[in-house]
């Protein structure tokens, strides 16, 4: 991932639109803002969210409050609290997300 031909800017994330993306159970809600190739977002989970695919693309991702529970097809399970974040490449391994609580999160893929 190269940063490059993005000037200084502050973005302030209440003022970005929402756009809303349902999962199997529950709704994502984005606030997305693109430089460059990059996409950055804050992500709310509603209570009882669980992703309607297994994502391939690589992302890091950072738990700001609530809980997430992140599933990777190998079976294997992580749960991520405030202050936790995990990163992995494209095509990587392939992983879900849901959450019991609700969950914010800050994520750039």
Same mark, same amino acid.
């Given at each position: 991932?190269?940063?490059?031909? /993005?000037?200084?800017? +502050?973005?302030?994330?209440?003022? +970005? =639109?929402?756009?809303?993306? =349902?999962?199997?159970?529950?709704?994502?809600?984005?606030?997305?803002?693109?430089?460059?190739?990059?996409? +950055?977002?804050?992500?709310?989970?509603? =209570?009882?969210?669980?992703?309607?695919?297994?994502?391939?693309?690589?992302?890091?991702?950072?738990?700001?409050?609530?809980?997430? /529970?992140?599933?990777?097809?190998?079976g294997r +399970?992580?749960?991520?609290?405030?202050?936790?974040?995990?990163q992995v490449?494209?095509?990587?391994?392939?992983?879900?997300?849901?959450?019991?609580?609700?969950?914010?999160?800050? /994520?750039?893929?």
């Open positions: 991932m190269q940063m490059t031909g /993005i000037p200084f800017g +502050v973005t302030d994330w209440a003022s +970005v =639109p929402v756009t809303e993306h =349902p999962g199997v159970s529950g709704t994502a809600l984005w606030r997305t803002r693109h430089f460059g190739e990059l996409r +950055v977002r804050q992500v709310e989970y509603t =209570p009882g969210y669980l992703a309607d695919h297994w994502c391939s693309k690589g992302h890091i991702l950072l738990v700001l409050e609530g809980e997430l /529970i992140t599933e990777l097809a190998d +399970v992580f749960t991520l609290t405030p202050g936790l974040s995990y490449a494209d095509q990587a391994e392939p992983h879900r997300s849901r959450t019991d609580t609700g969950a914010k999160l800050f /994520i750039v893929d």
